[in-house]
């Protein structure tokens, strides 16, 4: 196996090598043959790769591409003026990435981040404040009702790219896909009865009913703005079988997002 790694718009490949094999392997065989290891180059902002790998066994040769994205490695770090309301502790570890978050409300708070819906936050973001709302199906209610559904199956997740939330976090052209994969989620927003203004941020249109949901939506409430979502940016929790990252910590693509939203409400 020959593979390479090269940033997108670059012809010189960032990283490369080669592995051979004296397994037998047997058609349609389903096993690893290689690894591809290499050093991530820091980076001031998210930029994609595209490994590249080359395979022959016997006189048959295959090759085939994956994109890779690459964030920058302390992107809570400046943050201020944010508080975090975590009674469900799905952001535990959000705290030792960015020191200044505190956990509760002060004068200072312009932004909250919230794992449930409150009397408190409600006052706070009426009031004219900026809030992030991550709402999920088995949690207490929020303001927007949620449906359970897949992420990936019968779904195409559509990136409502103009909106400002998205700052410089990679959209792949209005499709999300694996730079998701770390906040994929087992439920959507139902939008469809909310009588407030709202801009869609991230939807989900069914493949077989086209029926239109939401994974995340800006809402005017009263003088303030909401960003409710259903995404997992904890991933996995310690889900069993799970795959995503466990914690926000290890969670690179999901941090970020989250971060890009932070600035996006601090500016408006």
């Known amino acids: 196996m020959k593979w390479s790694v090269s940033m997108t718009g670059q012809d010189n490949p960032l990283a490369s090598g080669e592995s051979q094999s004296n397994a037998e392997i047997d058609s349609g065989e389903l096993r690893e043959i290689g690894v591809a290891e290499f050093k991530v180059p820091t980076v001031a902002k998210p930029r ?3 490994l590249r790998a080359a395979v022959e066994i016997g006189n048959a040769r295959t090759t085939n591409a994956w994109p890779l994205w690459f964030f920058p490695p302390e992107p809570w770090k ?7 309301l975590n009674p469900l502790v799905r952001l535990r570890d959000l705290s030792g990435m960015a020191k200044s978050i505190t956990s509760s409300i ?19 973001v009426s009031r ?14 929020g303001p927007v009702p949620t449906v359970e559904m897949p992420f990936w199956r ?14 410089d976090f990679p959209i792949d052209d209005g499709i999300a896909g694996m730079q998701f994969f770390g906040c994929a ?4 927003l139902d939008t469809t009865e909310l009588k407030r203004a709202q801009r869609p941020i991230l939807r989900r249109l069914d493949a077989r009913t086209v029926a239109i949901h939401d994974y ?4 005017d409430w009263n003088d303030g703005k909401l960003i409710v979502s259903t995404l997992r940016f904890e991933g996995s929790q310690g889900l069993a079988n799970s795959t995503q990252p466990l ?8 941090a970020y997002l989250l971060r890009c939203w932070v600035r996006h409400l601090q500016s408006t």
């Open 48 to 50: 994609q790769a595209m």
């Open 78 to 84: 400046d943050v201020t003026n944010v508080a975090l």
């Open 106 to 124: 002060d004068r200072s708070t312009n932004v909250v981040i919230a794992t449930m819906w409150t009397d408190e936050l409600d006052r706070f």
């Open 128 to 141: 004219g404040g900026r809030a992030i709302l991550l709402q999920l199906h088995v949690a207490p209610p």
């Open 154 to 167: 019968e779904a195409i997740r559509l990136v409502e790219s103009r909106h400002s939330a998205w700052q």
């Open 185 to 188: 989620t087992d439920c959507a």
């Open 216 to 219: 995340a939506t800006e809402l």
């Open 247 to 254: 914690g926000i910590a290890r969670n690179t693509a999901a």
